[in-house]
């Protein structure tokens, strides 16, 4: 195991693919009903706490009433700890109904439950997901997601790019949200209390005259944002262009293939 840039270790495919598809429940020769899901459970509510520089095997340990040495007879190191950390989470996009009928009400509530669960877990954004744990809840999100296209005479390589790029899109946007939260707490001071500060200062150094276009603008949107962004506008506006993009591609390749989209 080797660490990354994020001072983490790199999981073991082998011993990871193990541990995610393997028995999760409580182990019963444990006094304490320990098992992996109880372990991943505590640290998912730790790291939700407190965030991920928090985590420790020795503080979960710690948090659960147990020697750290007894974690590590159900997982193995911080890195797979993380890796079905993420797996459990992921679980939560999975509904117990079906997808809306309709691809675009589909793909919208596609978009909408991964925002949703960037903002409830934002140490998800901190981990390189570039290769996804390949557990059960991440193969469910997966085929879950996926439903929302199947149908429309798309190629397989095609609804992969289509609910990418509704995922990355969500991913991308809860980052710059979550990025506003923590310069917040950092600064205590909220978007709408700094632009009261710097709006006004700003009008003092700004030449309307030479830049006429951005004055403009930018004091129409500071007004109606009460601040220099907002995070929950952004996410709603670029869903729908976003979406309204999908629909030109889809009615393209459905027209070829003679099906009417749904």
Not at 41 to 69: F, W
Not at 106 to 128: D, K
């Amino acid at each position: 195991m080797s660490p990354d840039d994020r001072g983490r270790g790199v999981a073991d495919p082998a011993r990871s693919l193990a541990l995610l598809w393997g028995p999760r429940g409580p182990d019963a020769r444990s006094r304490s009903n320990l098992g992996v899901e109880k372990i991943v459970l505590a640290a998912v509510d730790m790291v939700d706490a407190d965030g991920l520089a928090e985590l420790s095997m020795r503080r979960l340990a710690q948090a659960l009433g147990v020697g750290v040495m007894s974690l590590y007879t159900y997982v193995p190191g911080k890195a797979e700890l993380i890796e079905l950390m993420i797996d459990t989470v992921y679980g939560e996009t999975v509904g117990p109904d079906p997808l809306p009928a309709g691809w675009r009400v589909a793909l919208e509530r596609v978009a909408r439950t991964n925002w949703e669960l960037y903002r409830r877990h934002p140490w998800v954004l901190r981990i390189p997901v570039g290769r996804p744990p390949l557990g059960p809840h991440a193969m469910a999100k997966y085929e879950y997601e996926l439903r929302a296209v199947e149908g429309l005479g798309l190629t397989e390589v095609e609804m992969d790019s289509t609910v990418r790029l509704v995922t990355d899109y969500a991913e991308g946007v809860a980052r710059r949200a979550v990025e506003a939260s923590v310069l917040e707490r950092e600064s205590g001071m909220t978007d709408e209390q700094w632009w009261r500060v710097c709006g006004p200062l700003l009008g003092a150094f700004v030449d309307g005259a030479r830049f006429p276009v951005a004055t403009r603008v930018g004091s129409a949107a500071g007004a109606a944002h009460g601040g220099s962004y907002s995070p929950e506008h952004a996410f709603e506006f670029g869903l729908q262009r976003l979406l309204d993009g999908i629909e030109v591609f889809i009615a393209a390749r459905t027209a070829q293939a003679g099906v009417t989209p749904g």
